[in-house]
């Protein structure tokens, strides 16, 4: 069974971390695109790191160097490392993976387009 199944969220105060994992179980994900998305109740899915096959990464301009996307070797964990949190990146976050041209073209899908795979999510909240 194919399943990417996230871990790490909780509670954390402004200005501290917090590491999200993706693990991918069941399919070989190397030739895939994998991103991390977040979604508030009430709001649309937004985009929030994304990495290609090649290792080339994207960020929202909200995030950036403040979070870092990274997998293992394997392609086997995906990871968000979070840094300097803020309360508005309150929200579920969720992994996917498929196929894409590019880092800008999965990080930027349309809210309502579906992912080839997806997660349950985990969600993280941040206290000010």
């Known amino acids: 069974q194919v399943q990417l199944v996230e871990s790490g969220g909780g509670s954390v105060q402004a200005g501290g971390s917090v590491r999200l994992s993706c693990a991918a179980h069941?399919?070989?994900?190397?030739?895939?695109?994998m991103g991390w998305f977040r979604q508030v109740p009430g709001k649309e899915r937004e985009g929030v790191a994304a990495v290609d096959s090649r290792g080339d990464t994207n960020y929202a301009d909200s995030v950036k160097g403040r979070f870092t996307i990274s997998q293992d070797n394997g392609k086997i964990t995906l990871y968000l490392q979070m840094n300097s949190l803020k309360s508005e990146d309150t929200g579920m976050y969720y992994c996917?993976?498929?196929?894409?041209?590019?880092?800008?073209?999965?990080?930027?899908?349309?809210?309502?387009?579906?992912?080839?795979?997806w997660g349950q999510g985990t969600q993280v909240t941040v206290s000010s």
């Open positions: 996917a993976a498929d196929y894409c041209d590019t880092t800008t073209s999965i990080l930027y899908r349309p809210p309502r387009t579906p992912f080839r795979f």
């Open positions: 069941g399919y070989d994900f190397r030739g895939f695109c």
